[in-house]
Structures are given as structure tokens and as C-alpha cells.
């Protein structure tokens, strides 16, 4: 249910420059974690290029990370000083007063760059998500049952059906019918209710276990078309290392099960017509 920015198209050279780009911004990241003794992932793409190619996926153009919540909650205090110039943290209420929503992701953002043209959707989102970036991933604990490991990720997709009321619009043409219905009525319900209070419920929502001894374990900010995933617990405790282009990266134990059970047969190559940049840059300094 997440928004679709449309791009442009990128020569082979200048998405060179991003995957570099990228690999800076999470190498800050890394160092800022390291100094301040928070354990973090690399996760989704990250993983399926360091396998298939020791580095990023040939056409892919961002970064993704991952951490447990006390540890996600730390670095939010630290990354205010420790980022360097030029890069900023990018929380979702911090776009137009948290008044309006694209999804429930921090990112930080790399300043001196043009990801998309300027449009009526961009000047919505005060051009904020018109960068590069590295999305921040939060893994939080689900009840040991498994209904109430279903209705915490229920209660999610209920928020963020809520929350899509308040995008720059709604594209209900990607859904069936049944989808229309659902997001139909959720949006609906969502106008009664300020975004800002919807921020707050679904962290509410997303950490309401977090002092309970369970073993389950989900990423509570992702969209929910991946919220059918739950992780054990060893997951989150216990990493690998991966080469990734001239550096290591630290993966969760259980990485390449997530993989299969998120993209398959992930080692076998797309299509050649999706192997496409899921954005692109058309200006980076």
C-alpha cells in the first residue's frame, strides 16, 4: 500500500555515483553505531547483492538497515550530533509538522541531492523525500500466540490504511476490489483522525510488547504487503559477515531464510525488465 514516486530514467555512470553514495551513507552509519554500541543489520537488498555480486545489486540505487528498537530509539538521540554535514535525519513526523504521511520509515537523507523532477507530489512532501537515502527498519517483539502475534500486525494495517488518508493521493486504480473496499473505508475512517495522532498510535502500538519475554519478533515499519514475515528471536541477537564492494557488512543470522520467504528464489535473476532502479537520481553533488 505504499505510495509510488515516479522517476526518471538513469545512465549506468550516475547510478554508479548513487550505489557510492549510498555505500558512504551507510559507512557513516556504521561508524556512528559502532562508536555508540548499537547493533544493526543490513538487510534486503543489501544482502541479496552482497551473495549475488559482493556489493549492490547491479541496478539498484538504496539502502536499507535494520534494528531492534532499544537500539533504534539510541540512535535517534546520538544521530542529531554525530551525523555529518550533508546528511540528515529524516523522521516521518518531521514532514510538514507530521500533519501528512507517505509511510512509517526514518531515513536519513543525503542533502545535496535530486531524486525525482519537482512536481505537485514532491512540493508536497515539502521535497523532503527527493534524496537519496538509507530507510531505517525497526524490529519489534509480537506475543509468543499466534492470534495475538495476527492482531499486532493487524492493528498495524489498520494504522497505516488510516494513515494513507493523509498522502498527497490515493491511487485506487493498483487495487482489487476487495483492497478498493478495505482502503476505501480505513482512508475514510483515517480523515476523522489527526496524523499526528495516528504517528503516535502505531509506535504505541508497535512497542506495546516490548517489555514482554517472547521469542517472536516483526518489523513494525515496514508496509504491510511484508508483514505476513515473523522472525525468531536468534535472529535479531546473532550476525554474519558479508563482503559488500571494498567493506564488510553485518547480516542477521537468519538472513537468508527471511530472503526466500520475502523475494523466493532470490538468487535466480529477475526478469530483465524489472531489473530497473527503484528511483533515480537526476542531480547529486
Known sequence: MQTEIPHMQIKPEDLRKIQLKSLEMLLYFKEICDKNGLLFYFCGGCCIGALRNKGFIPWDDDADVIFTRPNYEKFLKVAGRELPEGMTLLRPEDIRGGKVFYDFTTRIIYDNS?????????????????????????????????????????????????????????????????????????????????????????????????????????????????????????????????????????????????????YGDYMTLPPEEKRVPAHSSIEIQ
Not at 514475515?229 to 543470522?253: G, I
Request: charged fraction near 30%.
Open 114 to 262: 535530486r531524486v525525482h523532477e519537482d512536481n505537485e507530489q514532491m512540493q508536497f512532501y515539502e521535497g523532503k523525500l527527493n534524496h537519496i537515502w538509507v530507510d531505517l527498519f525497526i524490529i519489534d517483539r509480537l506475543p509468543e500466540s499466534r492470534f495475538g502475534a495476527f492482531f499486532a500486525k493487524f492493528l498495524q494495517k489498520v494504522v497505516y490504511g488510516m494513515a494513507i488518508a493523509h498522502r498527497d493521493r490515493i491511487d485506487f486504480s493498483k487495487y482489487s476490489l476487495a483492497d478498493k473496499i478495505r482502503v476505501g473505508t480505513l482512508s475514510a475512517a483515517g480523515r476523522l483522525v489527526p496524523m499526528p495522532a495516528l504517528f503516535r498510535l502505531q509506535t504505541a502500538l508497535a512497542a506495546k510488547d516490548r517489555n514482554k519475554r517472547t521469542g517472536k519478533r516483526y518489523c513494525s515499519n515496514y508496509q504491510p504487503d511484508f508483514l505476513y514475515v515473523t522472525l525468531d528471536e536468534d535472529w535479531c541477537e546473532k550476525t554474519v559477515d558479508l563482503p559488500f564492494e571494498d567493506t564488510v557488512l553485518m547480516a542477521p543470522e537468519g538472513f537468508e531464510h527471511v530472503l526466500s520467504i520475502l
